[in-house]
């Protein structure tokens, strides 16, 4: 090579691609081209960067959402890469002194999170929207971020990639109400599991077998109602995936949606003939046979794909027990009633007719209050629009959040912190899922959010004792919500208490 004019490079192996080549000749053209006219003759590679910020999902519920900051990957050798337009969704709210900028970019197929925050001379003195410009300069691969107000000249700040510091993936916090629902997604090995106990049942089913109800409690107590963690149940199998506490794993998922299983077939036989046989104990009044009984549980368990049999005599139970109310009277539903109610019943009409008879078993002191805690618990955290206005009115909602309160001081005052204490607690969090339609609803500084916070802190003030750890956390998240001050790890909390079987085993 040096005859080239070019030093020598001991232990390199050069090709050099004769010049009566049309790859040498273009090549060479090109670069003379550029070079006569002043331009770079080849690019540099820029690394991605991506500035994280709370935006919405499909709901309008906050989620995690990551703007592309460097948003090319190559750039002309020498120049310096500016962002194409400010990225948005970022805000400084009033008082507030400091913003927190966190960013991340690729490094071998992992993801690296790095934050610095910036300090402003004085408080915001009103919610300041925040817009992000991003410049790289190729070669020392790192990128300088330019922070901005909005508003001209309130604040500006610079910030430089290496002198960041390494952070986690960044959490949602300041959270009204928890995000989303939660989904029990089919799963191929639980339902393989079950396929036996199910087969057995349809068996007996069909042959009129009084082993039928046995095999139908086995399938539901032993598998039905079982709903690990997704992340779990990975775990478990050999496999890292991202926790999720909204997903769950199932025989059967939580839309109803029957050919997502492995055997849709045998799930349609057994949910029809679940069905059919119910069908027939009603038109002989024996819903309420230990028989009927079994038939609703096992029926719900199939959540919105449960058999018309069942919804048809639930429906005509709810319009019964709503026509009693509007006479002033009380009609009670059985807990299976209920059971199959919180899990297979979403549509407005369905909850509408609903949520008034919460209030009023909430009110009645001959009614264990259990069963319809659970079963309002379930609709919340399984159904997306179940606290729409149009769904229950703000007069029954607040109606209901007030007979849960009176529910949990009569529990404490009696230092009874077990079932109905932990059954009114639990829905709280969910039943704050207003917000999404209404921000102001149950404020922080209204009185009866107060009311509710410091009930709370003087139970766990005074009876700490006897409260088990994860009902203090419980405790905990639930006036977090209320407070509007909620985050990741109290979603965590909220949704890793397991239920309680409320499912009969003889």
């Not at 079950?194 to 107590?221: F, M, Q, T, W």
């Not at 775990?235 to 794993?249: C, E, S």
């Not at 529990?411 to 204490?421: D, G, L, V």
Request: net charge neutral.
């Amino acid at each position: 090579m040096t005859h080239l004019g070019l030093p020598a490079t001991p232990d390199v192996s050069v090709h050099v691609v004769p010049p009566n080549q049309a790859a040498a000749v273009r090549g060479a053209a090109l670069a003379a081209v550029a070079i006569a006219h002043g331009l770079p003759c080849y690019r540099e590679t820029l690394l991605p960067l991506d500035l994280y910020v709370r935006g919405t999902d499909e709901h309008g519920d906050p989620a995690p959402l990551w703007k592309e900051l460097v948003a090319v990957r190559s750039v002309e050798a020498g120049r310096l890469w500016r962002s194409f337009a400010p990225v948005t969704g970022l805000s400084i709210k009033e008082g507030q002194n400091r913003l927190l900028l966190p960013l991340r970019r690729e490094f071998r197929g992992r993801w690296m999170f790095r934050q610095v925050s910036t300090e402003l001379v004085s408080a915001a003195m009103r919610d300041e929207p925040v817009r992000v410009e991003a410049e790289v300069k190729p070669g020392q691969g790192f990128a300088r971020v330019r922070i901005y107000s909005a508003t001209p000249n309130v604040f500006t700040a610079r910030l430089d990639w290496r002198t960041m510091e390494e952070c986690e993936e960044p959490k949602l916090q300041q959270l009204a109400y928890p995000p989303g629902v939660v989904r029990i997604s089919p799963d191929e090995e639980m339902f393989i599991r079950a396929r036996p106990v199910l087969e057995a049942a349809l068996h007996a089913l069909r042959e009129n077998s009084g082993d039928a109800i046995e095999l139908l409690r086995k399938a539901y107590n032993a598998h039905l109602n079982k709903s690990p963690f997704a992340h779990d149940e990975e775990r478990l199998r050999g496999h890292t995936v991202r926790k999720d506490f909204f997903l769950r794993y199932g025989v059967i998922g939580s839309n109803g949606n029957l050919d997502a299983l492995p055997e849709p077939s045998l799930a349609r036989e057994l949910r029809d003939a679940i069905g059919e046989k119910f069908c027939e104990l009603v038109q002989r009044d024996e819903a309420h046979s230990k028989l009927g009984k079994t038939l609703l549980r096992a029926g719900g368990w199939f959540y919105l794909a449960m058999p018309v049999a069942c919804y048809t005599f639930l429906r005509k139970k709810l319009a019964a027990a709503h026509h009693a109310l509007a006479h002033n009277s009380f009609l009670a539903l059985s807990r299976e009633e209920l059971h199959a109610i919180g899990l297979a019943f979403e549509t407005p009409d369905d909850l509408r007719q609903f949520y008034p008879l919460v209030v009023r078993a909430l009110g009645d002191l001959a009614t264990g209050p259990n069963e319809w805690l659970r079963a309002m618990r379930n609709i919340c955290r399984f159904r997306n629009h179940a606290l729409h206005p149009e769904v229950i009115s703000d007069a029954d909602l607040y109606q209901l959040i007030e007979r849960v309160l009176k529910k949990l001081q009569e529990q404490a005052e009696r230092k009874n912190f077990a079932q109905i204490f932990r059954n009114c607690l639990e829905p709280l969090p969910f039943l704050l899922k207003r917000r999404r339609y209404d921000p102001e609803f149950l404020a922080p500084t209204s009185q009866q959010a107060q009311t509710l916070i410091h009930f709370l802190e003087k139970v766990d003030r005074e009876n700490r004792w006897q409260l088990s750890t994860r009902l203090r956390q419980v405790l905990h998240t639930a006036t977090n919500f209320l407070r509007m001050e909620a985050s990741e790890s109290d979603i965590e909390a909220l949704l890793s208490v397991e239920d309680e079987s409320d499912d009969d085993d003889g």
